[in-house]
């Protein structure tokens, strides 16, 4: 089956670096993206791993670990801005199939 | 501009009344889908099409049907809506067929259905 689990909430300060983990289990994984979601808007890109290994893209960076099911989101230097829902989400390809499974999504708060 | 629209933004019905909810998108996407977002479950895949008459289900198909006769439009059908379907929908898109590709998000339907 498919399974993925992230935090629910998770708090930080301004300035402050934070790590949102995300663990899945499918049989047909093929790529992980993380989602930014602002209350009340669409969900917007930040990243995808494929391989193995550290994203860095400006103050956001992924990592994806295949082997451990695992990858997490750091985000470094929040700012208030920062606070929303990230959502994980696995491409998953089992059953000759082609979806996107994502995750609850987890509520970040950035306090001043 | 480059985007995925919805309409409508806001749709309150009663259960029975056949409804579509339009996406289009402008960005020459091979790939389109459908989500619905309710608390607590996350965003979770209706269907999916990865080109032109070529569509397939995702993990919460039933009580939906889809279309895709052009590759820039794809409707969400909802033939006898009922109040389990009252949530927030997503269509979205992206540049090749399959799901490897950034999804970029339309900006939401909030469907209620009494």
């Known amino acids: 089956g498919q399974n993925i689990d992230q935090p629910t909430e998770m708090t930080a300060t301004e300035g402050a670096i934070v790590q949102i983990n995300c663990t899945y289990q499918t049989s047909g994984f093929n790529g992980l993206f993380w989602y930014q979601q602002h209350a009340g808007e669409a969900p917007t890109f930040l990243s995808y791993?494929?391989?193995?290994g550290l994203e860095e893209k400006g103050r956001f960076s992924s990592f994806l670990s295949r082997s451990k099911g695992y990858s997490y989101l750091l985000l470094k230097e929040l700012q208030m801005k920062d606070s929303a829902s990230y959502l994980c989400?696995?491409?998953?390809?089992?059953?000759?199939?082609?979806?996107?499974?994502f995750g609850t999504g987890t509520r970040l708060q950035v306090f001043p | 501009e480059a985007q995925v629209t919805q309409n409508p933004r806001y749709l309150i019905t009663v259960t029975g009344k056949k409804l579509t909810v339009t996406c289009s998108q402008n960005m020459n996407h091979e790939y389109m889908s459908w989500y619905r977002q309710d608390p607590g479950l996350g965003l979770r895949q209706i269907y999916y099409?990865?080109?032109?008459?070529?569509?397939d289900k995702g993990d919460v198909p039933e009580g939906y049907k889809v279309s895709r006769k052009e590759k820039r439009n794809f409707p969400l059908i909802l033939e006898s809506p009922s109040p389990n379907q009252t949530s927030l929908y997503f269509c979205?898109?992206?540049?090749?067929?399959?799901?490897?590709?950034?999804?970029?998000f339309g900006p939401g339907t909030r469907l209620t259905v009494l």
């Open positions: 099409s990865m080109n032109v008459e070529v569509t």
């Open positions: 979205a898109s992206s540049l090749r067929s399959g799901a490897a590709d950034t999804q970029y």
């Open positions: 989400a696995v491409r998953d390809l089992s059953y000759n199939t082609d979806k996107l499974i």
């Open positions: 791993n494929v391989l193995d």
